[in-house]
């Protein structure tokens, strides 16, 4: 598994719109794909940032998702200047 961390530097007064419409985008969109294992959406109010880390199967998987849907993810998060990274677990510590 890999995840696939996309940052937001939404300005001021933004952050809230590009939490909802990343989220209705997840809910709608990214969650029915089956390469897809889920996120977490952070903000760094401070900064003016928000991060989606998702997890995928690989990174190959989100990118063959994100290319497919182009017109969908632009319409809706596109504005907010996506910046994705592509980072590899290497190791998960669990609660006990």
Known sequence: ME??????AVGKGQ???CVD??????????AEQTHF??????????ASVVIN???????KDFIEFRDANLGA???TIGKYSPRPRW????KEVDNR
């Open 87 to 90: 980072l590899s677990i290497a």
């Open 3 to 8: 995840v696939v961390m996309v940052e937001f």
């Open 53 to 59: 880390a998702m997890k995928w199967d690989s990174h």
């Open 15 to 17: 952050i809230n719109n």
């Open 21 to 30: 419409a990343l989220a209705d985008l997840m809910a709608t969109l990214v």
């Open 73 to 75: 993810i632009g319409s």
């Open 37 to 46: 294992h889920g996120a977490t959406i952070y903000i760094e109010e401070d």
